[in-house]
């Protein structure tokens, strides 16, 4: 079986629980690039923007876990600082480790996923041009479904 979510979705997703925007762009079937527009206001100049760039890599998948590499080129030595300001706006749990650009996500701290994964195991992450492709097969026997 294969869930597919549009890019589109999923950055509304992102700026509802986070009030972020995000753009997502495909790069191949396992990295999307990411993009953020951040600014500040300076007494001295005013508002700054910078839009920020980073390549995320789908490493490896164990069902509900996803292993990513992030690389944000001279950036890469700000984020493990950074990681612990994009903690507070994730949602508890879903970021299960970050060090040196390579992190771990939850995907069942996601509520709107946690029904489909008590249902559901995750045998590949795939990215497509415009969507992010779940491919799942029924739970096992013990798992949430009981069978």
């Known amino acids: 079986m294969q869930l597919t979510i549009p890019f589109t979705e999923l ?3 992102i700026r ?4 972020q925007t995000v753009g997502l762009a495909y790069k191949s079937a396992d990295e999307v690039m ?7 206001n ?3 100049f005013g508002p700054i923007s910078k839009q920020f760039q980073a390549g995320v890599k789908l490493l490896n998948v164990s069902n509900d876990k996803v292993d ?6 001279m950036l890469n030595g700000v984020l493990d600082f950074a990681s ?6 994730l949602p508890p749990g879903l970021l299960e480790s970050f060090s040196n650009g390579r992190g771990t996500l939850r995907l069942s701290a996601i509520p ?8 559901l195991e995750i045998d590949a992450v795939r990215l497509n041009s415009d969507s992010l492709c779940l491919e799942a ?4 026997t013990g798992s949430a479904m009981g069978q």
């Open 68 to 73: 990513f590499q992030l690389d944000a080129g």
């Open 84 to 89: 612990s300001f994009l903690l507070n706006k």
């Open 11 to 13: 950055t509304d997703l």
């Open 16 to 19: 509802r629980e986070t009030g």
């Open 42 to 44: 300076t007494r001295l």
């Open 112 to 119: 709107q996923l946690k029904p489909v994964l008590d249902r």
């Open 34 to 40: 990411v993009s953020y527009n951040a600014s500040v």
């Open 137 to 140: 097969r029924t739970a096992r």
